[in-house]
């Protein structure tokens, strides 16, 4: 059974950093390219990360780039997600996915960005 378990988030200042871990089992984690999402209350959930089987190759939304870190382990079926220069516009839900399975999702966890 696929699983993903999002972890790491919580209250940070602006201009903070957290890094968010997503444990997944129930699949070739090594074979499959992986996402971040994010939802933020009353907005539809977004793309920001995108990192492909090997970690080889990433992408970002523009509205994260150059503070957001995409990476993983195979070794340890994990993806973190470094963030950095947090902003308030940063606070939502954050999720992780494949697109091998896009239907499975996890519990998600919260990031708020609050002075």
């Known amino acids: 059974q696929v699983q993903l378990v999002e972890s790491g988030g919580g209250l940070v200042q602006p201009g903070g950093s957290l890094r968010l871990s997503c444990a997944a089992s129930?699949?070739?984690?090594?074979?499959?390219?992986m996402r971040w999402y994010r939802q933020a209350p009353g907005k539809e959930r977004e793309l920001v990360a995108r990192?492909?089987?090997?970690?080889?190759?990433?992408s970002y939304a523009d509205s994260v780039r150059g503070r957001f870190t995409i990476s993983r382990d195979n070794a340890k079926n994990t993806m973190y997600l470094r963030m950095n220069n947090l902003k308030p516009e940063d606070t939502a839900v954050y999720y992780c996915?494949?697109?091998?399975?896009?239907?499975?999702w996890g519990q998600g966890t919260q990031v708020t960005v609050s002075s």
């Open positions: 996915n494949t697109p091998e399975w896009e239907d499975y």
């Open positions: 129930g699949f070739t984690f090594s074979t499959s390219a």
């Open positions: 990192i492909s089987n090997t970690g080889a190759i990433t």
